[in-house]
């Protein structure tokens, strides 16, 4: 399994903008498909989208869309989460994860979560 580790969480107010950041110290994600994940309190972990290994394809959930951007800097092996004009409803912990396949399952390759709190 790779170990991920998700950067650039916090304490940020409604309306401003953050970049979540994914990397792995042990091997490089060039290969893998990445996506983010998030879990608000008391809610289960839902998918937020999602980028292919080259980053020409992006797929993200309708529930968010417009909003967040994700992307890839294989060079920097580091993959990132752009929200925008955040909400107090974004609060969550955010997952990133690796796959060699479309599927993200629970038993794959996680990092350990990173804290955005959106105050109003």
């Known amino acids: 399994q790779v170990q991920l580790v998700e950067s650039g969480g916090g304490l940020v107010q409604a309306g401003d903008a953050l970049r979540l950041t994914c990397t792995a110290s042990d091997v490089s994600l060039a290969s893998y498909n990445m996506a983010w994940f998030r879990q608000a309190p008391g809610k289960s972990r839902v998918a937020l989208a999602r980028i292919n290994p080259d980053g020409r394809m992006t797929t993200y959930m309708d529930s968010v869309k417009g909003r967040l951007t994700i992307s890839r800097d294989n060079a920097k092996n580091e993959v990132y989460l752009q929200i925008d004009s955040l909400k107090p409803e974004d609060t969550a912990v955010y997952y990133c994860?690796?796959?060699?396949?479309?599927?993200?399952?629970?038993?794959?390759?996680w990092g350990p979560g990173i804290q955005v709190t959106v105050s109003s």
């Open positions: 994860a690796a796959s060699s396949t479309l599927t993200f399952t629970s038993s794959g390759s």
